[in-house]
């Protein structure tokens, strides 16, 4: 049975999905706030104005470090959501959610972790050539916790939304349809869609939607093609690591105290059309002759 199929094997009720969806929106909007709006309110002295303010002034407020923290937590309650709705909601094997595998494959997940961090590197040391603006900025007493950060809690953000658009609503959308482009493009739009609220998207504009959108298919193909999430989760992780840890900006969505920051004036720049349009399918390619993918077309567009 393919990793897009494995809906097939449980309890694939429509209530069962829209009872664990309403949760994960329970779990990410309520519940995962709660402790960062218990920590405003005492470090306002429990005020009503303990919540005014904007990120940059709560970050002002408890430390770049500790707004990262709780912008974090909300995926660890999502991603607990998902593998026990999986359990227990649709009666299927924990395993089923990750890969069609007999056990989730740590080596596919570090290597394509390491060879998109390898990219990366390279991008930055190019962007450092041509763009002056990008200055050393490690504070010593913050760097130790925010690799701790970066390498325990980053990755369960990059897994419960990869679980969640990758494996759940993928797998769901498969067993309907039976076609995996559509599994594909679904779930990269609605990957881009969550991504609208971002502050890349107020500063840049919704053309930057693209480039999220065109990394939810990517990732979806990668999916598809190598039926598990081993992939798309290690690349995911290495991004959003780099971006956390290694270069930072003013306007994105991690605000924190990384090896270097841009100071340029925002743009969407060549690095980001590049990626979408040749790195992305460079790695599809890569990925196609190390692990040797089969049937492409078939598991395109043919009815699985």
Request: with cysteine; proline share 3%.
């Amino acid at each position: 049975m393919s990793f897009l199929t494995s809906a097939d094997q449980g309890n694939s009720r429509v209530s069962g999905y829209i009872l664990t969806l309403c949760i994960v929106v329970l779990c990410y909007a309520v519940l995962g706030s709660i402790p960062l709006i218990v920590h405003l309110s005492i470090a306002n002295g429990g005020g009503e104005g303990a919540l005014a303010g904007s990120m940059s002034d709560w970050t002002a407020l408890l430390g770049e470090n500790t707004i990262l923290c709780y912008l974090l937590f909300p995926f660890v309650l999502v991603l607990l959501t998902l593998v026990l709705s999986n359990r227990f909601i649709h009666k299927r094997s924990i395993v089923s959610l990750f890969t069609s595998r007999a056990r989730f494959d740590w080596k596919r997940f570090f290597t394509a972790a390491g060879i998109w961090a390898a990219v990366m590197a390279v991008l930055l040391a190019v962007m450092m050539v041509d763009n002056n603006k990008i200055e050393w900025n490690m504070n010593p007493s913050t760097i130790i916790p925010l690799v701790l950060i970066s390498f325990l809690l980053i990755p369960i953000q990059t897994t419960a939304e990869e679980v969640l658009f990758r494996g759940y609503l993928f797998q769901a959308f498969g067993h309907k349809n039976r076609r995996g482009w559509i599994s594909v493009v679904l779930t990269g739009i609605l990957f881009g869609l969550m991504h609208a609220a971002n502050p890349e998207v107020e500063t840049l504009g919704y053309g930057v939607m693209s480039y999220y959108i065109m990394t939810g298919i990517f990732l979806g193909f990668i999916v598809l093609m190598d039926d598990g999430l081993e992939l798309s989760m290690g690349y995911h992780a290495a991004n959003n690591i780099f971006a956390a840890l290694i270069l930072t900006n003013e306007w994105q969505a991690f605000q924190t105290d990384a090896l270097w920051i841009d100071h340029a004036k925002p743009t969407f720049g060549w690095d980001v059309i590049a990626t979408m349009l040749i790195l992305q399918p460079l790695i599809c390619f890569a990925f196609y002759k190390l692990y040797k993918w089969k049937n492409l077309r078939s598991k395109l567009l043919d009815s699985q």
